[in-house]
């Protein structure tokens, strides 16, 4: 089933009739749950009647139903049956267009929060119309919610991939992932990372797909390179492990949910295909 999402921006106003609910309570989105799944709360304004919040903010429409949000007073009771889950907790309990709008509304939410004075001068910001910035009251400054791009990066060569570990991480090992720095392109960025964090170059690098990530602004781009030379010098300060892995013998790999693994997944079943047919071919 395709779902459309529109957005919606100031100074929309709450529609009547029943919404799809995502009222947070600190970084946790408050939501039904039963039997490990999770539902969002639906209906009109008494779903939150009672509780004490800040003004709803309306992020725009699934499907024709507003999606509606709003940050729940943190000594708020939450009533019976509704659980505070942190994002990727939620992660697999709910539809993936609902997953992604609770991810939108932590993000907007996040910027309600941490906009409301003036980086320049410090006086009180307005709302402006038709977007989310916000105007400073005094000088005019204006200020659009962050979006931190961040690269990922699958080196491959042949039947093997790099994989690096960080320190604190159990025994998972990922692609290489690093922020966009000012004045670069994306594919700059790429090459950039690869080379500080494991010494080696790269070459051909391809787009894969993003995802964003609102933990808590990041904008994921992901993409695949081949190993074009260098000996592996890792970067002690960033990494405590990077080591070549065979296709068919991967380490434990990060949660599904991120672009990181279908990256991973992505490249090794287009390279266990590629072993099968050159069996098939041999054999032949
Ligand atoms: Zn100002």
Not at 78 to 91: K, Q, V
Not at 250 to 260: I, V
Not at 268 to 284: V, Y
């Amino acid at each position: 089933m395709t779902t459309l999402f529109r957005r919606a921006y100031p100074p929309a106003e709450l529609p009547a009739g029943a919404y799809w609910w995502l009222p947070f309570c600190g970084p946790d989105v408050v939501v039904r749950e039963d039997d490990g799944q999770a539902a969002l709360l639906y209906g009109g304004m008494d779903v939150v009647a009672g509780l004490e919040f800040e003004p709803p903010v309306l992020l725009g429409s699934l499907d024709g139903v507003p999606c509606v949000s709003c940050q729940l007073s943190s000594t708020a009771e939450l009533p019976t049956g509704w659980h505070a889950i942190g994002l990727r907790e939620l992660y697999g309990k709910l539809d993936d267009a609902l997953y992604e709008i609770a991810g939108y509304a932590a993000h907007l939410l996040l910027w309600q929060r941490t906009s409301r004075f003036c980086p320049v001068c410090a006086s009180s910001t307005e709302p402006m119309q038709g977007d989310w910035g916000r105007r400073c009251s005094t000088c005019g400054h204006t200020r659009y919610p962050q979006l931190s791009p961040a690269i990922l990066a699958l080196v491959h060569d042949g039947d093997r991939v790099l994989l690096t570990h960080k320190p604190g991480w159990s025994a998972r090992y990922s692609i290489i992932a690093g922020f966009v720095e000012p004045g670069e392109s994306l594919e700059a960025c790429v090459q950039r990372e690869v080379e500080e964090e494991v010494g080696v170059a790269v070459a051909n690098i391809s787009y894969v797909g993003s995802q964003p990530w609102p933990f808590p602004d990041q904008l994921m781009i992901g993409y695949m390179a081949e190993y074009a030379g260098g000996m592996l010098e890792i970067d002690t300060a960033e990494l405590d492990d990077a080591a070549w892995f065979h296709v068919d013998a991967l380490p434990e790999l990060p949660p599904p949910m991120s672009l990181s693994r279908r990256i991973i997944d992505a490249w090794a079943a287009s390279r266990r295909r590629e072993l099968l047919d050159g069996q098939s071919s041999f054999r032949a």
